[in-house]
Structure formats: C-alpha cells, structure tokens
C-alpha cells in the first residue's frame, strides 16, 4: 500500500470552533503552520485531529472530575447544542475518518488505514500516535516528560514487546502461578497430615514397647496400698516434726497427691534439720567470735594502763618548761621596755628638732607670699580699668550692627512692597480684561442655542431615517416590479396584446418590446425621496458644524471663568503677601522707599567698615579677661600658701610648747639637743644587746614546752585510740550477747551448749534418711503400676487401627503408612518440576523480552542523541531509556548520558526533569518524537503534528529545529503540522520555509464571536 497525507481536517462545534470550520491541508510532503493569539483554538486543533483518530484527548487524562455530578461535555464549544461537536478527518486514501454526532469509527478501522500491511495487530492505538506524531504542550503530551509507567506503556506496541509480555502472562502469568501455588499447596498439606500419621502410629508403637519394658521390671503397688503405706511412713516422720499432722488424706483421695503432701512433709522436716544445721554453724560463730572479744579486751587494757602512766610523766616535765619560759619572758619584757623608753626619748629629741626647723621655714613663707600678694592686687586693677574700656567699644560696634540689621531689613521689604505692587497691578489688569471678555458672552444664552441645535438634530435624524426607509422600500418595490415585468417579459411573445397586469391593450409586438426594454432598464430609486434625503443630510451636516462651533463657545467660557477665578485667588495672595511686608493694601509702592533705604545702609556700613571689629574687640576682651583670671588664680595660689605656712608654723608652735624643758617661746631651745642624742645612742646599742640574749633564752625555754605538750598530745590520741577500740569490743560482745540470746539461748556463749544442739541435729539427719528412701520407693512403686495400665490402653489403641485398616499385623500397617506418603510426595514433586519449569520459560522468555527491548531501544536511544545533538547548547548531556522488567509489571526508566572532558561516557540515574532545564526538555521531547517516528515505522501516514514546539527555544535553536524538519520534508517526505502564538516566530518559520525551498502553507486563526472561528489564508 503507497503512503497517505491528511488533507482536510472538518470541525464542527469542536471547542471553540463553529459549525463545519475546515482546515485544508496540502496532500504531500511540506509543512503547515497554524498561527493565532492565545485561545484562538490552535491546541484544540490537535486535540480535534487526536480524538478523531482514537476517541480521547490524552492531555485531559490526568484531569480529575467529579462523577458525582454531570458536567458540562468539554468537547462541545459553549453555546452549541449538547453532544454536537463533530471532527472528520480526509486522507488521500481511504475513506474519511468522521467520528461525532452519531459516527463512531472503531480502532480496528483506523488502525486498518493508518498501518503498513507488514505490521503486526494493533492494540493501542492511542499509544502508537502520542510516541510517532503527536507532540503537545502538556507534559503527558509529551514522551520525555511522562511517568515511567506511561512511557512503557505508549513504547510497548511500537517496540513489540507487548506481545512477547502477553506470551510470557499467558505461559507463566499471575493465574498460572496461582495455581501452582494452591496445587503445590495442596500436595504439601496432604503430606504433612500422612506424615503426621505415621509418626503417631510409630510413637504408639514405641511407647507400648516401652512400657512393657518397664512393667516387666519392677514391682508395683496399687494405689490402696500406696495409701496405707503413706499412713505408716506419717507415724514415722511425727516426732522429727510436731507441726506436722498425722492424717494426711482420706480414703477417696487420690495416690499421687497424698505422695505429694507425705513429699512436702519430708521436704519440711529437711528444711527444718537444715534450718538447725545453720542455727548451729551460727552459735558456734558466735561462741568463737565472743572468745577473741574477751581476749582483745584484756590486752587492750593492760596497753592503756601503760599509757596513762607515760602521760603522767609528761605532765610534771610541762609544768617544769612552763616555769622556765615564765622566768626568761619576765626579763626579756623588762629589757624591752627599757629600749622602748630610750627610743622614745630619741623620737621626741628629734621631733623637737623638727620642729623649730619648721617654725623657722614657715616664718620665711609667710613674709614672701603676703609681698607676693600684694603685687597680684596692683596688677589685677590695672587689668580690670582696660576690660571696661573694651567692653564699652564692644556695646557700640554691637549698637551699630543691631542698626544696620534693621536698616537691611527696610531695604528688603521696601524691595518686596515694590514687587508685590507690579505684581498685583498685572494681575488686576488681568483681570479686569478676563471680566470684559465674560461679560460679553452668555453663558445661558449658549446652552440655549445648544439645546435648539439638539433639538434640531433629532428631527432631522427622525426625518433621514423616514426617507431612508421609504427608500429602501421604493427600491424594494421597484426590484420586485422589475422580477415580475422581467418574468413577464420572459413568458410574452410577439402576439401578444394585452397586457396580464392591467388589461391594456398593443399592437402585435408592442407589449414584448416594452416588456424587454423594462426589465434590461431595471428600477432607480425615486429622484424626489433622493434629494430630499440628500437636504436632510446636508441640514444634518450643517447643525452638527452649528453645535461644534456652541460646544468649542462654552468651552472657551468654561476656560475663561476658571482662569478669572484662578486670578482672583492670585490677587487675594499679593494683597496678603503686601501686609505681611509692612504696606497697605490701598497704596502703590514704587522705588523711591529702595532708594532712601539704601543710603542709610551705605551710611551704616561706611561707620562699621572704618571703626574697630568685633572678632578684634572679643579677642581684646578675651586677653584682658584671660590676664585677670590669671591673676586671680595666682592670688589663690599664694592665699593658700600663706595659710599652708601659718598652719605649719602654729603646728611647730603647739608641739614644741608641749615640751617646756626643751623649748620656750622666749628663748627658744634650752638644751643641746646633738648631745642629747648621742648619749641616748650609746645607751640603747648595750640594752640591744639584752633584749637579744634574753630572745634566745625565751625561743629555747618555749621549744621545750613545745616539745612536751606534742609528746601528750601523741599519748591523748594513742590512749583515745585504745578506748575507742575497747568500746568496740564491748559494743561486739552485746552485739554477740544480743545474737546469742535471738538464737533462743541463755546467759553467755558457751561451747557446752553448742555442742548439745550438734548432737540433736545429727540424730534428726540419721533418723529422716530411711524415711526419705521410703518414700521414693513408694512413688516408684506407683509409677510401676501405673505403666501397667498405660500399657494395656496402648494395646487396645494398637488393635483398634489394626482393625479399622482390616490388617493382622502392625508392619503390615506401617507399610501402608509408608506407602501413602510415597504416593503423596510423587504427586508433590510432580508439582513441584512443572512450576520450575514454568518459572524456567517464564524466566526465559523475560529475558527475551529484555533482549528485545535493548534491541529496540538501542538505535531508538542513538537516534534521540543525533536529533538532540542540534537541539541542545551543550551537547555532552542527553537522555536514553532502557527496559526494567519485574514480576508484575514492566516499565521504562530514563537515564542520563554525560560525556566527560577526556571523552569518558558516564551514566547519572537522575530524573531528567530534575536535570535538565525547561528549553532542554522541549528539545529532548522533540527528539523523542522524531526519533521514534523514525525508527518505529508502522504507519503509512507520516504526519507529525507539533503543537507549539518552539516554547522555550531562542532563535538559534529554532532554526536548528527547522533545518531538522526540513530534512524531514524533503530526505523522508514527512507531512509537518505545527502551532505557535508568535507572530514573529511565524515569520521566521516562514522565511525558513521559503529558504528551503519546501512546500507551506498558513492558516492564521483569528475571533469571530460566539459562533465559532474563521479562518484567513496567508
């Protein structure tokens, strides 16, 4: 079959488009370019052609509605009736794919047009188109943007795997190891259950011998028996226990529990020798422990006897020491007052000395500071008489500055007033010129006129629309007059005479050639209704000119009032501004004021310019000022120092009338205070020498003291040691004495009573040893006979399953046991291969499955990285996918391919969404499709339809996208439908077009209202 091109597309109440809008297409090779705004229905094209050729729109899949409720059918276009919307596809061959309003072409239909003869069954139609021809906005429109799941879906027809995964569900699917499953299950419940059996057959068999092992071995007591032997062995055990009670059951009780309290008995009866055995390891303890206390004590008390004696002895020797020291303090105390009293006398001599040396110094101090004094007063005068003179020329040179401001802030106002009143006397003209202007014009006068001219204006209107109807219906009239004389004309002939409207009557021929002549003439609209339409409209023209001419006069007014009002509120401004600047509102100022002002302030500053400044005159002042601080300061200085020196000389005064031997005011000292000093000198160097020897006396006399009062202290500590200790050996003896008596023991620990208790304990430990072995050979004698009785009930079990299987011997029995399982484990293992064999094929032809799809996807992978090699920027990262088959399910999974610097290729397992950017994406998806259109060639159509392909590309790229489509055009003849919403990218596209040399067309989409679209070829 030769290949096919789609050339029309119908579609009627389609989304946004109206009934019957058809896109005709070139039927060959070339591109198609459909432009328009947003919303202009460019998408619902492709959405159209799309649910033309499977019935579903896949970029409403994911969408989710309420099916709760009816919704609105997003198909059919707002407005047009409900399920109106239609869509028909034309193909050069075949017939036409019509699919609404009642038609409804099956898959198998459109998939018998669309495929080559040499390809398989289809299944999945859908899936075919979204990975061969259809590329979408929307991300499940688009291959390299779709989940994995999607991708294995829409890949799986084209590549053929689906039919090797449909083989491989049918030979070892879900059901087919479900019931395996359950059979193997089966088989292996049966097994355990026979095996269970046989196992109990074999431990009854077991258990029998056993027993009769047993019973043919010892002898055995019935449980009477065993009740009044339990009576006897109770006789026995009282008296090693009183507690215990003699009867321990009656006559109905069971054997084995009555062995069980005679047991517990026994039990107590050894706990309580054994309870004797630890009360006498205890007091033997005790005896033990109180015989070494007794011992401890009385050595103890010889050793502290001992130190109380040496203690005494250090005591008469402290007493000794203590006397010593008293003696050697006693006179080194008495050397050491006497050095203190020369050395006293010395201080005084020298303080004395000090004394008149600071009298006579103060003396001095006080005569120069009151010269000095006097001096700084004269000085200070003279500085004070000069500050008067410059603060007086100060006050004057402010005076005339202060004067001068004012005279400057006359000439400034003056200078305001004048502007101000040439302001104010322009404005007041204005206004007055404004005033003439509006009261020439009245204003009610105008919107009279205009209401007139209105007024005029509608019945002028009214009348032009009465003349136009009448002729339009004139022309009417006259038209139909003319169709009927035409038809009229058409049916007379030469003969005849009278006339079929009004009975008139020719001659022959007459009434024919009138006929003719009218209906060649045809009808004219009446010359009166014309021209007096032609009045009416130019009357029209005439008052429209009229209420301008009003309209532009009122305007004019309306400007005029506004800019006197504007004016008015200017003048009320000045008039305010003027009193703020000293003048009266009634008078006009011109420059004579300026003028008088300046001069005065001329004259000012001549008088400031030639007398002295006022930096000079502060500088001066602050000289002066500085020169009588200083000396104030000085005077301070020397007031302080002559009261200083007074203070010192009262000071010497007040210390040396203390010493009237010394000194008196009169004479002053009477004695010679150098040989004074250097007797006191002498003698203090031989007390010094004393108070030494007496210090060393004192120093060996207290190391004696201190020698032996250490010596006691060691004895004390030794001697409360010793105490300590014997108090814890008498506090360890009443600790033993206390345990002693607990032990139910009285007076002292004594080794005789210890070995009393000894001699019980072991006599209960003789008697409860037969007791004891009685009464194991009891239990045994029970257990004997009750194996016995086991016995006989395994006997009678075996011969219960020798007649239910009808057999006389138990081999035969275990035989069949044995052969039941062999059966079932056959049956088993059967089961168990034929499920390995199917998992084997199932698991082979998963293999197959995965070698088909690498043989499919390797040139798919190496055509999307050639298309995308011109689409990309950087061309050392693209996209390839590759098969993942898993038990239940199988899907495609993407993969980024990376090449390095040194040409290594390396593979990152990323999502490429979350790799790539968005312009990388669209390009990617658009080598997806052209590389599986190209590989997967199933289709006698080849048609790619590309809506808006170029979002998110820059010019470079979109001229390498239409370089590949051209190749597409012209190298493999491919029919190329595209969108976009750019008009400049639309004339880019074209310009490449005709570049190329390929076939194109346009169809440029623009509103037409609520009826639908029209289209304009470009």
């Not at 979204?130 to 027809?157: D, M, N, V, Y």
């Not at 008596?741 to 409860?768: F, H, L, M």
């Not at 007649?803 to 052969?819: D, K, M």
Request: charge should be negative; include cysteine; proline fraction near 3%.
């Amino acid at each position: 079959m030769s290949e096919i091109f789609l050339r029309s597309v119908e579609l009627s109440n389609f989304r946004v488009y109206g009934d019957s809008y058809v896109f005709e297409l070139p039927a060959e090779p070339g591109v198609t370019l459909i432009t328009g705004a947003n919303g202009l229905g460019k998408t619902s094209f492709f959405d159209g052609v799309e649910w033309a050729l499977t019935g579903q729109v896949g970029r409403f899949s994911d969408i989710r509605t309420d099916s709760r409720r009816r919704e609105a059918d997003p198909l059919t276009r707002l407005g047009a009736p409900e399920n109106s919307h239609r869509v028909a596809l034309a193909f050069t061959d075949g017939e036409p794919i019509d699919r609404g309003c009642g038609f409804l072409p099956t898959e198998h239909e459109v998939a018998a047009l669309l495929k080559q003869e040499r390809w398989p069954a289809i299944s999945n139609l859908h899936g075919y188109l979204s990975i061969t021809h259809f590329l979408g906005q929307a991300s499940t429109r688009r291959f390299s943007l779709r989940e994995p799941k999607a991708q294995w879906e829409a890949l799986k027809g084209p590549a053929g795997v689906d039919r090797i995964n449909s083989l491989r569900e049918r030979v070892s699917g879900q059901g087919a190891r479900q019931a395996f499953t359950r059979a193997i299950r089966d088989r292996t419940l049966r097994l355990e259950k026979a095996s269970e059996a046989l196992q109990s057959w074999l431990s009854l068999i077991e258990e029998r011998d056993r027993l009769a092992r047993l019973s043919s071995s010892e002898r055995s007591f019935p449980p009477q028996q065993v009740l009044e032997e339990c009576e006897r062995i109770l006789a026995q055990l009282a008296p090693l226990l009183p507690a215990a009670q003699h009867e321990i059951a009656g006559r109905t009780e069971e054997p084995e529990a009555v062995l069980q309290r005679l047991g517990s008995l026994i039990g107590e009866v050894d706990e309580y020798n054994r309870a004797e055995e630890a009360k006498l390891k205890a007091l033997e303890a005790i005896v033990a422990a109180y015989e070494r206390s007794i011992a401890e004590t009385a050595a103890k008390s010889a050793l502290v006897k001992e130190m109380g004696a040496r203690r005494s002895q250090l005591v008469d020797d402290l007493a000794r020491a203590e006397a010593t020291l008293n003696h050697a303090a006693t006179a080194h105390g008495r050397s050491r007052q006497l050095s203190a009293q020369l050395m006293a006398r010395s201080a005084t001599l020298a303080r004395v000395e000090a004394a008149v040396a600071q009298l006579q110094s103060a003396s001095s101090a006080i005569a120069e500071t009151e010269r000095q004094l006097d001096l700084s007063k004269a000085e200070e005068g003279r500085a004070q008489r000069r500050r008067g003179d410059v603060q007086s020329e100060m006050d004057n040179a402010k005076a005339l500055r202060t004067e001068r401001s004012r005279a400057s802030t006359q000439l400034s106002q003056a200078q305001k007033r004048a502007q101000i009143s040439t302001a104010l006397s322009q404005t007041r003209s204005e206004i007055a010129r404004l005033t003439s202007l509006t009261s020439a014009r009245d204003s009610e006068q105008l919107t009279a006129r205009r209401s007139e001219i209105v007024n005029a204006q509608s019945l002028v209107k009214v009348e032009i629309d009465r003349l136009t109807t009448e002729l339009r219906r004139h022309d009417e009239r006259g038209r139909l007059l003319a169709e009927a004389i035409a038809s009229i004309a058409h049916q007379l002939s030469h003969e005849d005479e009278t006339c079929p409207i009004c009975d008139s009557h020719f001659p022959p021929g007459r009434l024919k050639e009138l006929a003719d002549a009218q209906a060649r003439a045809g009808t004219a609209p009446a010359s009166v209704l014309a021209a007096n339409l032609s009045h009416a409209r130019s009357e029209q023209e005439a008052l429209m000119r009229r209420q301008s001419e009003v309209d532009r006069a009122l305007t004019e007014l309306g400007q005029l009032s506004a800019s006197l009002v504007v004016l008015q509120e200017q003048e009320a401004h000045l008039l305010q501004a003027l009193v703020e600047a000293g003048g009266a509102v009634d008078v006009h100022y011109d420059g004579s004021g300026i003028d008088a002002a300046r001069m005065v302030l001329a004259s000012l500053d001549e008088r400031i310019e030639n007398g002295p400044s006022e930096v000079a005159l502060d500088s001066l002042l602050a000289e002066v000022q500085a020169a009588m601080d200083a000396e104030r300061a000085r005077q301070g200085n020397l007031d302080r120092l002559r009261l200083n020196a007074i203070s010192d000389a009262e000071a010497a005064r007040s210390f040396l009338s203390q010493h009237p031997d010394l000194w008196a005011p009169d004479h002053g000292l009477l004695i010679s205070l150098g040989e004074q000093l250097t007797a006191i000198r002498a003698e203090s160097a031989l007390i010094g020498e004393k108070v030494q020897n007496d210090q060393t006396n004192v120093e060996a006399a207290r190391l004696r003291r201190d020698a032996i009062m250490e010596a006691i202290a060691t004895e004390d500590a030794s001697l409360s040691t010793s105490n300590r200790e014997l108090d814890r050996e008498a506090e360890l003896r009443r600790d033993l004495l206390r345990q002693w008596n607990d032990a139910g023991q009285t007076g002292d620990p004594d080794s005789a009573r210890v070995a009393q208790v000894s001699s019980r304990v072991a006599e209960r430990s003789i008697r409860i040893g037969p007791i004891a072995l009685a009464h194991a050979e009891l239990i045994d004698s029970l257990r004997v006979w009750r194996n016995d009785q086991q016995l006989q009930d395994r006997e009678r079990s075996i011969a219960a399953t020798l007649a239910n299987f009808g057999l006389s011997t138990i081999p035969q029995v275990t035989e069949r046991f044995t052969r039941d399982i062999a059966v079932i484990q056959d049956e088993l293992d059967l089961a168990q291969k034929a499920r390995a064999r199917m998992d084997d094929v199932g698991q082979k032809m998963q293999q197959r499955a995965e070698e088909f799809a690498d043989e499919v996807l390797k040139p798919l992978n190496d055509t999307i990285q050639r298309f995308a090699l011109p689409l990309m920027t950087w061309t050392d990262a693209s996209i390839i996918y590759r098969a993942e088959h898993h038990a239940t399910r199988s899907e495609l999974k993407p993969a980024i391919v990376r090449t390095d610097s040194d040409g290594k290729v390396t593979q990152l397992e990323m999502n490429p969404n979350l790799f790539f950017s968005e312009g990388q994406l669209s390009a990617l998806s658009v080598s997806a499709l052209l590389a599986a259109s190209t590989t997967f060639s199933w289709s006698r159509w080849r048609g790619l339809l590309l809506d808006d392909p170029l979002q998110h590309n820059d010019v470079i790229h979109a001229s390498a996208f239409m370089d590949l489509i051209r190749q597409m055009v012209r190298e493999l003849g491919y029919q190329v439908v595209l969108s976009t919403h750019d008009s400049t990218e639309a004339e880019f596209l074209v310009r490449k077009c005709k570049s190329a040399g390929i076939p194109f067309a346009i169809h440029e989409l623009v509103p037409r209202g609520e009826e639908g679209l029209i289209s304009e070829v470009a």
